[in-house]
């Protein structure tokens, strides 16, 4: 969508003031501790764009709270699976010799929208290390969910997803769908029989620059739709509109222990 159709669908500009009383509303308390999966184009017309929601978001959770979203970067994996593009066959032994390495401070996210983009850059805060599937954290429990993320496996118990977990944390879908709702990666972890797969990336090892295989689950969100369909059946999931975007707000716990039963049914 243009921005010229967001603002002609508009009703009045979307504002930090409104969004807090919208998260509010939708049950955001301060001291929560926040995984946050958005949508800017769902918004409306914001007044102050990606800053204005990060700066919402963070009121919300106030000085007490921590707010978390995913800065995954997918262009630190292995080339010969890239399929958006794909790259000719010719050119991935030089990706593997000259990619740079993964570098939490300037390694830019793919995929993860202009909200997460700009909280990545944000005062305060801080980026977990993991070259494919890192985390950012601002607030007061930021340090310890970004601290020592494992290569492998990237989404587990001790990955910042594990942490949350166990922090009692909550997940809003702000404008996106259970399809991107990172938590249900947790639950695949946890699954016996789950496959395995081998991958790549440029990281530094004791200072130097190099690539790196390792294996891990073969992670699938094919199913997170369906599952989350299921899920709000059954489990107390909140919806409630921020700006223009339709929103979910779930109990992370809940929902990967559902997730965990459904997967071990349903694959």
Not at 38 to 63: H, I
Not at 78 to 105: K, S, T
Not at 146 to 163: A, C, N, R, Y
Request: net charge negative.
């Amino acid at each position: 969508m243009s921005e010229k159709e967001i603002v002609n669908a508009t009703r009045m500009p979307i504002t930090v003031r409104g969004m807090v009383q919208d998260l509010v509303s939708l049950g955001i308390r301060e001291g929560d501790r926040l995984l946050v999966h958005a949508s800017l184009s769902r918004l409306g017309w914001v007044c102050g764009g990606p800053q204005a929601v990060v700066q919402a978001l963070m009121d919300a959770v106030g000085k007490d709270g921590t707010l978390v979203m995913p800065a995954q970067s997918g262009d630190w994996s292995d080339p010969a699976e890239w399929g958006n593009p794909p790259v000719p066959h010719d050119w991935i032994e030089v990706i593997y010799r000259e990619l740079p390495a993964f570098d939490p401070a300037i390694t830019p996210t793919r995929g993860m929208g202009r909200i997460a983009e700009l909280f990545r850059t944000f005062p305060g805060t801080l980026r977990s290390r993991h070259p494919q599937v890192s985390f950012c954290a601002n607030g007061y429990d930021a340090e310890q969910i970004t601290t020592d993320h494992p290569l492998t496996p990237q989404f587990g118990m001790s990955s910042p997803l594990g942490k949350l977990y166990e922090l009692n944390a909550k997940v809003l879908l702000l404008g996106t769908g259970f399809r991107t709702c990172t938590s249900f990666h947790l639950a695949e972890t946890l699954l016996a029989g789950m496959p395995v797969k081998r991958m790549g990336t440029a990281m530094l090892d004791h200072g130097e620059r190099v690539w790196k295989w390792f294996d891990d689950f073969a992670y699938d969100s094919e199913d997170f739709a369906a599952l989350g369909t299921q899920l709000e059946q059954v489990c107390s999931v909140r919806t409630g509109n921020v700006g223009h975007a339709a929103c979910k707000l779930l109990d992370m716990k809940e929902a990967v222990d559902f997730a965990a039963q459904w997967l071990k049914r349903n694959r």
